[in-house]
T-cell receptor
Framework: ETGVTQTPRHLVMGMTNKKSLKCEQH?????MYWYKQSAKKPLELMFV???????ENNSVPSRFSPECPNSSHLFLHLHTLQPEDSALYLC????????????FGEGSRLTVL | TQLLEQSPQFLSIQEGENLTVYCNSS?????LQWYRQEPGEGPVLLVT?????EVKKLKRLTFQFGDARKDSSLHITAAQPGDTGLYLC?????????????FGKGTLLTVNP
């Protein structure tokens, strides 16, 4: 059992659909992150939440909308995506956003048709 | 912009062989982390190195942080099929804010039985 759980593991959606990715961490951490992993590119940081407050939005298009209702849960709402948004979306947590090491979930593989 | 270059990009070896992968940058990092990502999984932290010249060993894996804290290497002795995966290095800038980690593209290692 991993400390960071992501659902769904796989998602196929059309460009006009609305869907959400969910992440839950059971580690008692205070910081949570969304990363995008595409082939042949480094991991790209998308959003950071520290103590439920968004502290980083790395110039992410508005078709990606994060939500952090509490320190244990993080969502990524998806709307009107493009085929180039197809990627593995990784959630991670750490003790806080200033120190510590990242604990990743298994990822949600997104395909946009 | 800090960039981390990892080499080689791909490596395929036979079980029992030794190998070294590299992580290089022109920037100085306050610490550097190595992760391993197995197929279909999220990255898992292997080690964090902090001091220039530091060497850390994890069973058959030896990690070294360069004296100038700009580069790092990972040496695996007597590789096993279970070592197969994507090896990612990530550097943290001085100040230590976790969300300012910079990831390399990774080295994809395949160990054949």
């Amino acid at each position: 059992e991993t400390g960071v759980t992501q659902t769904p593991r796989h998602l196929v959606m059309g460009m006009t659909n609305k869907k959400s990715l969910k992440c839950e961490q059971h580690l008692g951490h205070n910081a949570m992150y969304w990363y995008k992993q595409s082939a042949k590119k480094p991991l790209e940081l998308m959003f950071v939440y520290n103590f439920k407050e968004q502290t980083e939005n790395n110039s992410v298009p508005s078709r990606f909308s994060p939500e952090c209702p509490n320190s244990s849960h993080l969502f990524l709402h998806l709307h009107t995506l493009q085929p180039e948004d197809s990627a593995l979306y990784l959630c991670a947590s750490s003790q806080d956003a200033d120190t510590g090491e990242l604990f990743f979930g298994e990822g949600s593989r997104l395909t946009v048709l | 912009t800090q960039l981390l270059e990892q080499s080689p990009q791909f490596l395929s070896i036979q079980e029992g062989e030794n190998l070294t992968v590299y992580c290089n940058s022109s920037s100085v990092f306050s610490s550097l982390q190595w992760y391993r990502q197995e197929p279909g999984e999220g990255p898992v932290l292997l080690v964090t190195v902090v001091t220039g010249g530091e060497v850390k060993k994890l069973k058959r894996l030896t990690f070294q942080f360069g004296d100038a804290r700009k580069d790092s290497s990972l040496h695996i002795t007597a590789a096993q099929p279970g070592d197969t995966g994507l090896y990612l290095c990530a550097g943290a800038v001085s100040g230590g804010s976790n969300y300012k980690l910079t990831f390399g593209k990774g080295t994809l290692l395949t160990v054949n039985p």
